[in-house]
């Protein structure tokens, strides 16, 4: 019978930087592997025919020697399991003549762990996770949907075309990258509950979770750039110059390619092992770091900010209009720099295997809408926006009017 195990109240072990779940799953994997080779190599040994005994035998938990009749063997707990508990406990088993005897005493007392959860708690688990998904894929969905509707928004109206819109069309863009990428990566793995997830290692994978980090830097740089665009606007008193528009692209786009492909480069030749998901591994920090540096220039980049503003508020030279200029023009990046970094620097700080709820929470199912709150900030809630809307839509009114006018007109005299 197969014994299954799980860990009580345990860190996060490291084997050879897969995830944390993953990396029992594949110890044992080993040793079952190792187990039937010397299953079978004592299976080829001459002098075999006349045995009375038990041949060597996996149990899901130990190999175990072959025995003569009447006796019996005592194995320590599986290595591995050391690292969740400093047991060292034995496990008995004894040859007799209908078989193996079953483990005494059982591995979860003697290693002191818990045996895998009920069918029920399973269940439970399982609807918790599916209720997550429904939830993120609906706030993906609608920051998509709001996402592309404020891209065409700024591309109809031509006077809404300036360096400011153009930057916020490349951060909305960096959204839907990142709703995307969502998507194709749950469509990747978890689209067969057959595949083995810890054994998963192929090249459409990998390939899903490169484009979701790139995905993810991308939105970090890309808020980086409105930070830094803020600050050029306020130290160049509102000139719209569009001279630095190429060094934002190479900035938003170009440091997350170069990040991404060192990462890749990395995982290739030092631990290619896996889908590349596991956040254990000691080259997650080749992806973290920078975005730990965008959140913290951006930290700086915000007090900055702050203190120009509230000195341009005090100056008595400002006209009213200036400042109520410069307020709506801060107020949407001021409140996204902090909401944007300030979970992320404080789950950097913990090991991955704390808060993990609490992480999936922020990171999926709040994450998801960080989209439409952008669209909405920088997009419908924009009174120079707003305005050009409704000078349009009057526009179009009076067109429809004049021509609903000229087809009456037409008719009486025809």
């Known amino acids: 019978n197969s014994v299954i195990l799980l860990p009580v109240l345990s860190p996060s072990p490291k084997v050879r930087g897969t995830h944390p779940d993953c990396s029992v799953v594949l110890h044992f994997q080993k040793r079952e592997a190792e187990c039937l080779e010397r299953i079978q190599s004592e299976s080829q040994t001459p002098g075999q025919e006349g045995w009375t005994g038990l041949g060597a035998a996996w149990d899901s938990g130990s190999c175990w020697p072959a025995l003569p009749p009447g006796q019996s063997r005592a194995v320590a707990c599986p290595d591995i399991l050391h ?7 034995l496990i008995q088993r004894n040859c007799t003549e209908w078989g193996w005897s079953v483990p005494s005493p059982p591995y979860h007392s003697a290693c002191q762990l818990e045996t895998l959860s009920s069918n029920n708690d399973t269940e439970a688990m399982a609807r918790h996770f599916v209720t997550m998904k429904v939830l993120y894929t609906c706030g993906y969905s609608t920051s998509l949907a709001a996402l592309l509707l404020a891209i065409g928004i700024f591309s109809c109206f031509r006077k809404l075309h300036c360096t400011r819109n153009s930057i916020h069309i490349h951060f909305f863009t960096s959204f839907i990258l990142r709703g995307t990428a969502v998507f194709i990566k749950d469509g990747v793995l978890f689209s067969d509950d057959s595949i083995d997830h810890c054994t998963m ?8 979770i490169a484009f979701f980090q790139y995905s993810v830097l991308a939105n970090f740089y890309w808020l980086l750039v409105e930070g830094l665009y803020l600050q050029t606007l306020l130290l160049l008193t509102f000139t719209c110059d569009r001279s630095y528009t190429w060094g934002y692209v190479l900035i938003g786009w170009g440091v997350p390619v170069v990040t991404v492909g ?6 290739l030749q030092y631990d290619n092992h896996g889908c590349w998901d596991d956040y254990s591994s000691p080259y997650w920090w080749v992806i973290k770091a920078p975005i730990l540096l965008a959140i913290f220039v951006n930290f700086l980049i915000f007090l900055n900010v702050t203190r120009m503003l509230a000195q341009k508020i005090r100056c008595p030279d400002l006209s009213k209009t200036h400042k109520q200029q410069y307020l709506r023009l801060t107020k949407s990046t001021l409140l996204l720099i902090p909401l944007f970094g300030v979970h992320y620097v404080v789950f950097a700080l913990f090991p991955e295997h704390v808060g993990v709820d609490a992480r999936l929470y922020f990171e999926l199912v709040l994450g998801s809408y960080q989209g439409f709150l952008v669209a909405l900030l920088y997009c419908f809630l924009n009174g120079e926006v707003q305005a050009e809307i409704r000078r349009n839509w009057g526009k179009w009114q009076r067109s429809m009017e004049s021509n609903v006018f000229n087809l009456a007109t037409q008719d009486f005299t025809a």
């Open 83 to 89: 690292v969740f508990k400093k047991s060292r406990g």
């Open 201 to 208: 290692s192929t090249v459409t994978c990998k390939a899903a």
């Open 262 to 267: 060192v990462w890749v480069l990395t995982r």
